[in-house]
């Protein structure tokens, strides 16, 4: 059975960073793609970031790009999201996604908060 735990949310100030992680079990090899979405009440569920296992394959959601950072340890078969110069719009619950097929996600987490305050 496949399994998903986030960590590392929490609230921070404008300017701030926080460092999101994700711990994937269940896979004999580790998930071609790993990613987070993001979202915020009342709005849209949206692709922050993706990263596969192997060939090097990023995506960047426009809103982030420059700003955070997706990586991942295929040994320890963990996902990280580094999140600097956050701001209030970055605001929402982050999920931890997994899949066997570039950002198609089989798989996700059960979320962890983020909180950006002016």
């Known amino acids: 059975q496949v399994r998903l735990v986030e960590s590392g949310g929490g609230s921070v100030q404008a300017g701030g960073s926080l460092r999101l992680s994700c711990a994937v079990s269940?896979?004999?090899?580790?998930?071609?793609?790993m990613g987070w979405f993001r979202q915020a009440p009342g709005k849209e569920r949206e692709e922050v970031a993706g990263?596969?296992?192997?060939?090097?394959?990023?995506y960047y959601a426009d809103s982030v790009k420059g700003r955070f950072t997706i990586s991942r340890d295929n040994d320890k078969f963990t996902v990280a999201l580094q999140m600097n110069s956050l701001n209030p719009e970055d605001t929402a619950m982050y999920y931890c996604v997994a899949g066997s097929i570039w950002r198609v996600s089989d798989y996700w987490g059960q979320g962890t908060q983020v909180t950006v305050s002016s």
């Open positions: 990263l596969s296992r192997v060939g090097g394959r990023t």
């Open positions: 269940g896979y004999t090899y580790g998930p071609y793609y």
